[in-house]
C-alpha cells in the first residue's frame, strides 16, 4: 500500500472542506468526473449540485475499476460516492448469472438507508437493489433474491446465510463496496467478511469506506484489495470539529431532571438522547413520553425509542417516523450511533457518557450533518471525570462546560483550587470545573476551537497525561 494519495489536495481533487476550515473552497462539478448523462440526472434529480470532496475523489478513480480505500468522517457524502460508480457500471452490459454489485454495512439501518440512497439514484432505471439484514424472515429476501437484482446491499451476517442457502451467488460479482469497514471489525463481522469476500471472483473491483483506519481495516485492504488508493479526507478534521459540544457535571440521580430542563431551554428541532443501555433508554423514554403528554394533553407521539432489543418492524417504523420528523425526540442506544443520516437533528444528549471515545465521534456527528448547524451536551457524573478526559484527547479538543442554574452537580464542595492546579484528571476536573466561576468559562459564549497544540499549554497536557 505505498501509493498513497495522500490528502486529496495533493492528488488534485478538489478539497473543499465542507463545514471545516482546512481548504478554501474550490467548486467541485459532477460533470467532468466520467459520469453518463443518465447517471447525471439522477444526481440533478437527488438535488447534488456540488461533489462533496469524498465524492471528487472517489468517483472518478472508482469509475475507472481502481480499488479504492476512502477514509472520511461522517456526514461526507460516502454513500453517493460509491452508489454512482456502482451504478455508473450497472448501466454497462453484465455476463448474467448473479448480482453484480455487493454492499456489506454493519448495521440493519444502514443497510435500509444505503437501499434508499440506491432507489433514489437509478430512479427511472431498471437497476434493482435489495436489502437483506437479520431480524427480517429470510423467505421476503429469498423471494426478492429470485428477481435477480443487480445490487446486494446486507449485513454480513445475513449475506453470509443467503450464501450457504445458495440463495445468493457471487460468482458474477464486479465490484464489493465495504462501508463503515472499522465499525463491521469492531463489531465482530471480520470472518463472515473474509469468507464472503474469498467467495466473489478475484477479478471484482473493492471500495472500503470507513472514518477510521486502524491496523485491523488496513490489514483487511492489504489482504483483499489489489493495489488500493488510499485517500484520506480526514486529515486534521475529525468527525465532530464543525459542532458546538458542552458538557454538564450531573449528579447521577438528577440527570433526568436536567435533561427535562435542557429540552426546555433548547427547544431542539430534533434531538437524539443517547443512552448506555437498553433498559435505561426504555426508562428515559417512557419517563420523557408521560412528561410530554402531560404537558400537551396527549399521546405524546412525537417521542420513540429506539435499540436492539425492539423488532426489526418496530425499529424501521421508528426511523421512518424520525426521519418524516414525526417523532422529535430519539431515545436511542448506540445502534443508532453508527452512520444513519437524519439530517434535520439539531442536537444530541448524550445522556450516558459513551462507553469508547469513537462512539462518542460516531453519537455527536448524528447532528451537523452536510454542514448544518448541530449541538451536543455530554452529561458527566462525578466518576467520569475521566472518561470526559479521554474524549477531549481523542477529539482534541475541550469541550466547554455548559451550566443551568440548580444542577450545579458539585457545588457543596469547598471553593475549587484554581483549575491550573487540579492535581490529576477526571473527577477532580470535572469538580474543579462544575465549581468554577461561570466568568471563567462562560457557558453559552463562543469559545475559540482550541487546536491540538493547545493541549500543550496550561492546565490541558498535565491533566491529560495523568488521566491516561
Ligand atoms: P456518510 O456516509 O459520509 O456519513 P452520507 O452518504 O450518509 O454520509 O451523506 C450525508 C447526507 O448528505 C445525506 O443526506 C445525503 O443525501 C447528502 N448528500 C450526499 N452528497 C451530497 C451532495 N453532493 N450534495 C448535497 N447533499 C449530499
Ligand atoms: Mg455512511
Known amino acids: 500500500m505505498d501509493n498513497r494519495a495522500g490528502h486529496p489536495a495533493e492528488s488534485g481533487v478538489p478539497a473543499e472542506a465542507m463545514g471545516g476550515d482546512a481548504a478554501p473552497p474550490v467548486a467541485g462539478d459532477f460533470r467532468t468526473m466520467g459520469l453518463s448523462a443518465e447517471t447525471l440526472a439522477a444526481v440533478d434529480r437527488a438535488g447534488y449540485t456540488t461533489p462533496t470532496p469524498v465524492q471528487a475523489g472517489l468517483i472518478p478513480r472508482a469509475i475507472k475499476g481502481i480499488d479504492v480505500l476512502g477514509q472520511a468522517r461522517t456526514g461526507t ?83 453470509l446465510d443467503h450464501m450457504s442457502r445458495g440463495t445468493l451467488n457471487f460468482s458474477a460479482i464486479e465490484i464489493v463496496t465495504l462501508d463503515e469497514a472499522d465499525r463491521m471489525l469492531d463489531i465482530g463481522f471480520r470472518p463472515d467478511i473474509e469468507k464472503i469476500l474469498r467467495r466473489c471472483p478475484e477479478s471484482r473491483q473493492t471500495l472500503l469506506l470507513s472514518a477510521t483506519v486502524p491496523p485491523p481495516v488496513q490489514k483487511l485492504a492489504t489482504r483483499y484489495m489489489r493495489d488500493p488508493e488510499i485517500m484520506d479526507f480526514s486529515v486534521n478534521e475529525l468527525a465532530v470539529e464543525t459542532i458546538e459540544q ?74 421512518k417516523q424520525f426521519r418524516e420528523g414525526s417523532v422529535k425526540v430519539l431515545v436511542a442506544t448506540d445502534v443508532v450511533g453508527r452512520g444513519i443520516d437524519v439530517s434535520s437533528v439539531s442536537h444530541i444528549v448524550n445522556y450516558d457518557i459513551p462507553e469508547f471515545c469513537d462512539d462518542y465521534v460516531h453519537r455527536v456527528g448524528r447532528t451537523g450533518r452536510m454542514g448544518r448547524e448541530g449541538i451536543a451536551f455530554t452529561f458527566v457524573s462525578p466518576e467520569e471525570g475521566p472518561q470526559l478526559t479521554r474524549i477531549e484527547i481523542r477529539i482534541e479538543r475541550l469541550l466547554k462546560r455548559d451550566e443551568i442554574e440548580g444542577f450545579e452537580a458539585f457545588d457543596r464542595r469547598p471553593k475549587p483550587a484554581p483549575v491550573e492546579h487540579v492535581p490529576t484528571g477526571g ?21 475559540p476551537k482550541r487546536p491540538p497544540s493547545s493541549l500543550g499549554k496550561g492546565r490541558g497536557p498535565k491533566r491529560h497525561r495523568r488521566a491516561l
Open 246 to 319: 458542552r458538557y454538564f457535571t450531573v449528579d447521577p440521580t438528577r440527570k433526568f431532571d436536567l435533561l427535562e430542563r435542557l429540552l426546555d431551554r433548547e427547544q431542539p428541532r430534533q434531538v437524539i438522547v443517547f443512552c448506555r443501555t437498553k433498559r435505561g433508554t426504555d426508562k428515559i423514554f417512557e419517563k420523557l413520553q408521560r412528561r410530554r403528554s402531560r404537558q400537551t394533553r396527549s399521546d405524546a407521539e412525537d417521542v420513540a425509542c429506539i435499540h436492539g432489543d425492539l423488532s426489526q418492524s418496530i425499529r424501521d417504523r421508528v426511523m
Open 427 to 447: 473527577f477532580q476536573r470535572a469538580a474543579a470545573a462544575a465549581a468554577a466561576s461561570p466568568t471563567e468559562e462562560p457557558p453559552a459564549a463562543e469559545q
Open 77 to 159: 457524502g460516502k454513500t453517493a460516492s460509491f452508489v454512482l460508480p456502482i451504478l455508473e457500471r450497472m448501466h454497462q452490459p453484465g455476463r448474467g448469472g448473479g448480482p453484480r454489485a455487493l454492499v456489506l454495512v454493519p448495521t440493519r439501518e444502514l443497510a435500509v438507508q444505503v437501499k434508499d440512497e440506491f432507489e433514489k439514484l437509478a430512479f427511472g432505471s431498471k437497476i434493482h437493489c435489495v436489502a437483506v439484514y437479520g431480524g427480517k424472515p429470510i423467505k421476503g429476501q429469498i423471494d426478492k433474491l429470485a428477481k435477480n437484482p443487480a445490487v446486494i446491499v446486507g449485513t454480513p451476517g445475513r449475506v
